[in-house]
């Protein structure tokens, strides 16, 4: 289990444009989906550790602030090759499973990770209804090896602030922590 951090791509930054398959319905999902309404975007994955100790809490916190307005895809760049358990048949037989109420999109060609500066799963990009970056980092601070709670304490706080009109303090921003993004081979980023 590799503790890989995210990159903290900078705040401002545009949301990068996507048009991915649903493997769950077949649909294609691209930004302009959620134009001019606030959008969170998560790397995840099915296998990550990271990803299973926090995904009943973070489909929680999805259900609950999908209806405050809040817009949620997820995305699972990883090598299917190599990492079976993330293909998108398995995909999505979890979200049906777990009933995962958000789009969960197949990023096979791993732009859309590269385009985000996305390092490990879980990492987490909220975009505000300029579509501009205002928050980067962690869920909270639940990990596979401690006992902190799942409470989606420090993207709570994020959200909260989008939805209010106003911009995330920067300052309480924490790297989110994870399994590194699983790379076809040749295809590493440079960042």
């Known amino acids: 289990m590799a503790r890989t951090p995210s990159t903290m791509l900078e705040l401002g930054t545009p949301a ?4 991915l398959p649903e493997p769950a319905t077949g ?3 691209s930004l302009d989906d959620f134009a001019g309404e606030p959008l969170l975007v998560a790397f ?3 296998h990550c ?3 299973i100790r926090i995904l ?3 489909i929680d916190f999805a259900r609950e602030y999908q209806q405050k307005g809040l817009k949620i895809v997820a995305i699972n760049a990883n090598d299917v090759a190599n990492y079976p358990d993330d293909s998108p048949e398995k995909m999505a037989a979890l979200v049906r499973e777990k009933n995962i109420p958000f789009p969960y999109l197949f990023d096979e060609s791993q732009e859309s990770a590269k385009a985000h500066q996305a390092a490990c799963t879980p990492d987490f990009f909220l975009f505000d209804r300029d579509g501009k970056l205002v928050y980067r980092g962690q869920f909270d601070s639940a990990r596979p ?3 902190e709670p799942v409470t989606g304490a420090d993207l709570r706080r994020a959200a909260d ?3 209010a009109g106003e911009t ?3 300052d309480a921003q924490i790297p989110s922590l994870g399994c590194n993004i699983k790379w076809k081979p040749g295809n590493e980023p440079d960042y």
């Open 161 to 163: 602030a989008v939805l």
């Open 44 to 46: 995840i994955c099915n």
């Open 16 to 19: 990068p444009a996507f048009s």
């Open 49 to 51: 550790p990271y990803v």
């Open 168 to 170: 995330p303090d920067p």
């Open 56 to 58: 009943d809490g973070f």
């Open 27 to 29: 649909k294609t999902v």
């Open 145 to 147: 090896r401690n006992d």
